[in-house]
């Protein structure tokens, strides 16, 4: 189907790149949207294609998203337009709107727990994933290592918290599966820990799965992340990829 734009800032046109299922069969299919990390100033929408393609080869619709890199408010504006932009368009990409699954690594955690979860002016409650998939994700943003991911990048306090997952998490917060590793210097796994435990004091359904021992970017394929950690084989990537398609059977397909 190839790539689609979603929206235009500045003279940058931003694209939804678009992977359809290996073997459509249905009008619409469950979809995953995917956001890359990078600390919301580097990375590309490619980190994801192997993931996509598994997804591809189960009959899922993938979104890989490009955004700005321009730090998290900037980043946060074109997550949620592009979120928007898979609802508004469904009938053409074949989504299913309702089985909507937002995917992100580190700070594309942020972003994808974003569409899911934070007040903003220009979030439309009807364009809300129905579940988050997350890799060693930033899930709160009012603080730096080890509180948090983040902060210097807002104005102060309020502002931080405005674009802080955990902060917004409420009773109508997705089925979320979280995957961290216990060795992350990036993220501590214990952000992961505290969003997982806020998500179920509000009654919602929630995993986090710690890898021992594992940095930030584990789960990664080796030839997406050669100086990776943890051995020179694609263990890990397939593991979480596993886990995964696990959630999503359970979520979507299989309920």
């Known amino acids: 189907m190839g790539d689609i734009p979603y929206r235009t800032a500045g003279n940058t046109t931003l694209l939804l790149h678009i992977s359809p299922p290996r073997k459509p069969d249905?009008?619409?299919?469950?979809?995953?949207?995917?956001?890359?990390?990078?600390?919301?100033?580097?990375?590309?929408?490619?980190?994801?294609?192997?993931?996509?393609?598994?997804?591809?080869?189960?009959?899922?619709?993938?979104?890989?998203?490009?955004?700005?890199?321009?730090?998290?408010?900037?980043?946060?504006t074109d997550a949620v337009a592009a979120m928007s932009a898979v609802f508004e368009m469904s009938e053409e990409l074949g989504c299913d709107t309702e089985r909507v699954v937002a995917i992100g690594g580190s700070a594309g955690g942020q972003l994808a727990a974003a569409t899911a979860v934070l007040e903003l002016p220009d979030v439309n409650p009807r364009h809300r994933p129905a579940a988050l998939v997350l890799f060693n994700p930033v899930t709160d943003t009012s603080g730096d290592y080890p509180a948090g991911f983040g902060r210097r990048h807002f104005d102060d306090d309020e502002h931080a918290r405005r674009y802080s997952p955990v902060h917004h998490v409420s009773e109508t917060t997705p089925p979320t599966l979280i995957m961290h590793g216990?060795?992350?210097?990036?993220?501590?796994?214990?952000?992961?820990?505290?969003?997982?435990?806020?998500?179920?004091?509000?009654?919602?359904?929630?995993?986090?799965?710690?890898?021992?021992?594992?940095?930030?970017?584990?789960?990664?394929?080796?030839?997406?992340?050669?100086?990776?950690?943890?051995?020179g084989d694609d263990t890990l990537f397939e593991s979480t990829t596993h886990e995964m398609i696990r959630f999503i059977r359970q979520t979507f397909i299989e309920s």
Do not use: C
């Open 182 to 231: 216990t060795a992350d210097t990036a993220v501590h796994h214990e952000n992961s820990v505290a969003f997982v435990e806020k998500v179920k004091r509000y009654g919602g359904h929630a995993e986090l799965i710690p890898y021992a021992g594992q940095r930030h970017g584990f789960f990664n394929p080796q030839r997406m992340a050669p100086h990776r950690s943890g051995g």
């Open 26 to 76: 249905v009008l619409s299919a469950p979809t995953a949207v995917f956001f890359h990390g990078g600390g919301w100033t580097k990375g590309t929408w490619v980190q994801f294609q192997p993931q996509a393609a598994r997804l591809n080869a189960l009959g899922m619709l993938a979104v890989l998203v490009e955004y700005r890199l321009a730090g998290p408010v900037v980043a946060t």
